[in-house]
């Protein structure tokens, strides 16, 4: 009893003694500097046509060996964001039925570059030594190769998403749309990225970057201005404040009103976010599609859709597992198993 109750609080002390998000904060510090973009508000009034594909570039900066993560690392953190903005998610089902009319697909793949900006090949994966130990979120070092980071490429045609060891306990942070481009983009502890066994709980499962991004297509935090409820989404109950842990169903707040402690946009730890709802959905596709369209303007990146090849029994199709482009001359095949996968092979 004492043992589960020591593990209990232990968990409670982890997740406030580490800032969640630095997004707000961050966004009240380049206006006062003057040097952000007043974001427009995004028009929900959207059509759909089909699957959105992103090409993202990650930019891994490291001291040492252990802030140099692997690739596997990087491909574990891309199927989690390719399944949270798509509904696919396994932990989906555990959606509270009290939500399950408003849960949103946002309709977004992300896929590693094929391309660099001038045109060679890519693996979508930069890696920079440094001289720096850790980077602050106050000064944007990371993202200037003359401080010891890594310029980004263009922000107009690609997602940019810096890796590196942040000072305190800041796991992620993020631009809102109408960011300067020379730093537009999300920045990520190398501890916090992706699944692996040794990532810290409770923020290993690759959740960080998911939030992360909301911000960077135009999401606010659903505790945002408190019970006042102005996120932006009129189906996000509104919550008085952040939810940290895994707090069981229901929760209440704000007169009494039934908390969405499962978004993604909450605080919670990993394992205990796991749904957008439709508003939010609806906002971060408006948003790509007016502020940030023209990372849709490029052929830097192709998701494969593999039902299309199912029925093709003549043929042996290469699937890059990331979704990318395989029909070129030249190809790169990356397979991440984190033990998970039921591999069959069926000869016919």
């Given at each position: 009893?004492?043992?589960?109750?020591?593990?209990f609080c232990?968990?409670?002390f982890f997740s406030?003694?580490?800032?969640?998000?630095?997004s707000?904060?961050y966004r009240?510090m380049?206006i006062?500097?003057?040097?952000?973009?007043?974001?427009k508000?995004?028009?929900?009034?959207?059509?759909?046509?089909?699957q959105y594909?992103?090409?993202?570039?990650?930019?891994?900066?490291f001291n040492?060996?252990?802030q140099?993560?692997?690739?596997s690392?990087?491909?574990?953190q891309l199927?989690?964001l390719n399944?949270d903005?798509?509904?696919?998610?396994?932990?989906f089902?555990?959606?509270?039925?009290?939500?399950?009319?408003?849960?949103?697909?946002?309709g977004?793949n992300f896929?590693?570059a094929?391309?660099?900006p001038?045109?060679?090949?890519?693996?979508?994966i930069?890696?920079?030594s440094t001289?720096?130990?850790?980077?602050?979120m106050?000064?944007?070092?990371?993202?200037?190769?003359i401080?010891?980071?890594?310029?980004?490429?263009d922000?107009?045609?690609?997602?940019n998403?810096?890796?590196?060891?942040?000072?305190?306990?800041?796991l992620g942070?993020s631009?809102?749309?109408g960011?300067?481009p020379?730093?537009?983009?999300v920045?990520i502890?190398?501890e916090?990225?992706g699944v692996?066994i040794n990532?810290?709980?409770?923020?290993?499962?690759?959740?960080?970057?998911?939030?992360e991004?909301?911000?960077?297509?135009?999401l606010?935090?659903?505790f945002?201005?408190?019970?006042s409820?102005?996120?932006?989404?009129d189906?996000?109950p509104?919550i008085?404040?952040?939810t940290?842990?895994?707090?069981?169903f229901?929760?209440e707040s704000?007169n009494n009103?039934?908390?969405?402690?499962?978004?993604?946009m909450?605080?919670?730890?990993d394992a205990?976010?796991?749904?957008?709802?439709?508003?939010q959905?609806?906002?971060?596709l408006s948003?790509?599609?007016s502020?940030?369209?023209?990372?849709?303007?490029?052929s830097?990146?192709e998701?494969?859709?593999v039902?299309?090849?199912?029925?093709?029994?003549n043929?042996?199709?290469?699937i890059d597992?990331?979704?990318?482009?395989?029909?070129?001359n030249?190809f790169?095949?990356?397979?991440?198993d984190?033990?998970?996968?039921?591999k069959k092979y069926?000869?016919?």
């Amino acid at each position: 009893m004492y043992r589960l109750l020591f593990f209990f609080c232990l968990s409670i002390f982890f997740s406030f003694s580490q800032n969640r998000c630095g997004s707000e904060e961050y966004r009240n510090m380049l206006i006062e500097k003057n040097i952000f973009i007043k974001q427009k508000k995004a028009n929900q009034n959207i059509i759909r046509s089909g699957q959105y594909n992103i090409p993202v570039v990650f930019h891994v900066i490291f001291n040492n060996d252990q802030q140099n993560i692997p690739d596997s690392q990087i491909f574990s953190q891309l199927e989690v964001l390719n399944q949270d903005y798509n509904a696919q998610n396994t932990d989906f089902t555990n959606v509270p039925e009290e939500f399950s009319d408003v849960t949103g697909d946002v309709g977004i793949n992300f896929c590693l570059a094929e391309f660099d900006p001038d045109g060679n090949p890519s693996t979508g994966i930069t890696r920079t030594s440094t001289e720096e130990f850790s980077f602050s979120m106050s000064d944007d070092k990371m993202k200037m190769t003359i401080e010891g980071g890594v310029d980004p490429w263009d922000t107009e045609r690609y997602l940019n998403i810096w890796v590196c060891n942040l000072n305190g306990s800041l796991l992620g942070f993020s631009t809102y749309p109408g960011a300067d481009p020379l730093i537009d983009g999300v920045v990520i502890d190398y501890e916090y990225l992706g699944v692996l066994i040794n990532s810290p709980y409770p923020y290993n499962l690759g959740r960080t970057a998911t939030h992360e991004l909301g911000h960077f297509f135009g999401l606010e935090h659903t505790f945002y201005a408190g019970c006042s409820d102005w996120d932006g989404c009129d189906d996000t109950p509104p919550i008085a404040t952040s939810t940290f842990g895994c707090p069981d169903f229901p929760q209440e707040s704000c007169n009494n009103v039934v908390s969405m402690t499962m978004n993604f946009m909450d605080y919670t730890n990993d394992a205990c976010m796991y749904m957008f709802t439709q508003c939010q959905a609806d906002i971060m596709l408006s948003t790509l599609i007016s502020q940030r369209a023209t990372l849709l303007e490029n052929s830097f990146c192709e998701y494969n859709n593999v039902d299309e090849f199912l029925n093709q029994k003549n043929l042996v199709k290469v699937i890059d597992l990331l979704g990318r482009d395989t029909n070129h001359n030249r190809f790169n095949i990356h397979l991440y198993d984190d033990g998970s996968v039921e591999k069959k092979y069926i000869i016919d």
